[in-house]
Nanobody, 127 residues
Framework: QLQLVESGGGSVEAGGSLTLSCGFS???????MGWFRQGEGNEREGVAA????????YYADSVKGRFTIDRDNTKNTLDLLMDNLQPADTAMYYC?????????????????????WGLGALVTVSA
């Protein structure tokens, strides 16, 4: 059973940077993967996603140009590099994996495609 473990959360001031990392087991290389977040009182939203090789990526408009998703199958890691963080980015961030499908390619940031989830890492951005 594929397992995902997030690390790297923390607190930062507005304008700062953080990198989240998701470690996954060896059988994850056939899954599409993504990062989601859920702020207090908000629904879970897709932040970034990538296909099995990591070369093709997708981003939510709210983070485009500030966040970078980076998949390394040799190290079994999926990183989310976050720059110019703002208070609105405060949330619990989750790593997730989805089996390949055509539906995923149409909506890669739709949480319904993802079957395996990590426990999350908290990111807090102060003004």
């Amino acid at each position: 059973q594929l397992q995902l473990v997030e690390s790297g959360g923390g607190s930062v001031e507005a304008g700062g940077s953080l990198t989240l990392s998701c470690g996954f087991s060896d059988d994850a290389d056939k899954y599409y993967m993504g990062w989601f977040r859920q702020g207090e009182g908000n629904e879970r939203e897709g932040v970034a996603a990538t296909l099995t090789g990591g070369a093709i990526t997708y981003y939510a408009d709210s983070v485009k140009g500030r966040f970078t998703i980076d998949r390394d199958n040799t190290k079994n890691t999926l990183d989310l590099l976050m720059d110019n963080l703002q208070p609105a980015d405060t949330a619990m961030y989750y790593c997730a994996a989805a089996p390949p499908s055509l539906d995923f390619l149409n909506q890669p940031l739709d949480s319904r495609h993802y079957q395996i989830w990590g426990l999350g890492a908290l990111v807090t951005v102060s003004a």
